[in-house]
């Protein structure tokens, strides 16, 4: 019997383990499909953006993921991993389990790095949790003030549309409100609004900006945040809310794969996210995307997901066909409209490179982006 084990209960460890599930069963292969993960729930992250704005409400935005053992057949131990041992294909839990694998997934997700930059810990809110957008959502129900600045310190950051999606929305949450004078700045690294997803993604962006009157703002680095006051290395900016970003880097349980050139990541080996010296070890998150040229979002981590699940059949079962990175379609929300695009990828030998463009607008697509996500979560509901 093969066994795989797959670590981290989130889009990507939920999306192999389902998919090495069921085509085992299809092929009558003798693989024994485990998860470990730390949390019992499985959250839809993007909704947390909308338990901050009053849209959802905190139990809507996950599912209890021991579910998956019944709707898709495969073991959800809940456990902490504190150790990885790749030579011996080891992983020890808090609980004091080991485990033994032929193959080992690692969908771990990230870890928010507030300390990285002064003052961002201690000030600001954000909507990177849930207990992070509870607060948000306080926050913004009672705001005050006049001026909100949304703040990415470095990039890439979880889900790059985040911040303009952020900004438009709030403009039409202080409309809806009956403010129509708060002052929404979105203060970022790049150059103009979603760069990474081309050119015809970006103008959408610009000119949902101007309609809503949210400005970008472009910073050369951070240099400190105080209260009330956002200080980069080209800007003092002062603020009454301010909405940030975190920094991601590699879980510190993965602390020893990380990539020497830049810490952050995992070193990984494409097209199929294998852990470098390690054929049996796949690294899918939004950690070991940016060294593959691929965006950090869990559209491209369900595909991620999808090649290393793959990856492995071939493995367990030969001639399996290993997938392709195949275009991936996001949708995304703007003032009183939105879009969807697509990401066409091509494998270079060292990294994907990739096209971006828009498909088209639709003022239906906040509806289908709000439907996706809890359709998703309700398939994890008996
Ligand atoms: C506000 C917001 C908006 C977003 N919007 C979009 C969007 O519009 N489109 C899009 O494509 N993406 C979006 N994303 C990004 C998307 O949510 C993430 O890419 C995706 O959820 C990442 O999935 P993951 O499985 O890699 O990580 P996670 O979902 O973080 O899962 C990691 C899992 O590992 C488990 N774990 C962690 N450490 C341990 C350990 N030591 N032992 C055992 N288990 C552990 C956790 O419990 C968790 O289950 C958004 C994210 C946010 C926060």
Not at 161 to 176: H, K, V
Not at 246 to 254: E, K, N, Q
Not at 316 to 344: K, Q, R, S
Request: aromatic letters at 12%; hydrophobic letters at 40%.
């Amino acid at each position: 019997m093969a066994k795989v084990l797959v670590l981290g209960g989130g889009t990507a460890g939920l999306i192999a383990a389902r998919y090495l599930k069921a085509e085992a069963d299809r092929l009558k292969l003798d693989v024994d499909v485990t998860m470990v993960t730390a949390s019992e729930r499985h959250y839809m992250p993007p909704l947390f953006m909308e338990v901050a704005l009053g849209s959802a409400e905190a139990h809507e935005t996950w599912a209890p993921i021991k579910n998956a053992e019944k709707v898709y057949g495969f073991r959800v131990d809940i456990d902490r991993v504190t150790k990885i041992d790749l030579d011996n294909r080891q992983v020890k839990t808090e609980g004091g389990k080991v485990y033994d694998y032929d193959y080992l997934f690692l969908g771990l997700g990230v870890k928010y790095a507030w300390d990285k930059y002064k003052g961002l810990a201690e000030h600001g809110y954000h909507n990177y949790t849930l207990e992070g957008a509870l607060e948000l959502r306080k926050a913004l129900y009672g705001f005050k003030g006049k001026r909100i600045v949304i703040y990415a310190p470095e990039v890439p950051y979880r889900c790059g549309i985040y911040p303009y999606e952020m900004g438009l929305a709030l403009r039409a949450y202080f409309e809806a409100k009956g403010l129509n004078d708060v002052e929404i700045k979105v203060v970022h690294p790049g150059d103009g609004p979603a760069r990474s997803l081309g050119p015809t993604v970006s103008r959408f962006f610009e000119k949902e900006f101007e309609k809503a009157g949210v400005e970008f703002i472009h910073h050369d680095g951070h240099e400190r945040i105080t209260e009330g006051k956002l200080v980069t290395k080209n800007l003092e900016l002062d603020y009454d809310l301010l909405i940030k970003v975190p920094p991601i880097a590699i879980p510190d349980v993965m602390a020893f794969m990380a990539d020497s050139q830049d810490p952050r990541w995992a070193k990984v080996k494409g097209p199929d996210f294998r852990y470098p010296g390690y054929d049996d070890v796949y690294v899918v998150s939004e950690a070991s995307m940016p060294p593959l040229g691929l965006l950090t979002a869990g559209v491209p981590l369900h595909n991620a997901a999808v090649v290393s699940a793959t990856s492995i059949l071939h493995q367990v079962h030969g001639g399996y066909p290993i997938a392709e990175f195949v275009p991936t379609m996001c949708l995304g929300v703007g003032y009183h409209t939105g879009f969807t695009a697509n990401c066409e990828y091509r494998w270079t030998g060292s990294k994907y490179e990739r096209t971006c463009y828009l498909l088209f607008k639709s003022p239906l697509i906040k509806e289908m982006k709000a439907s996706f996500y809890r359709g998703w979560l309700d398939s994890l509901r008996l």
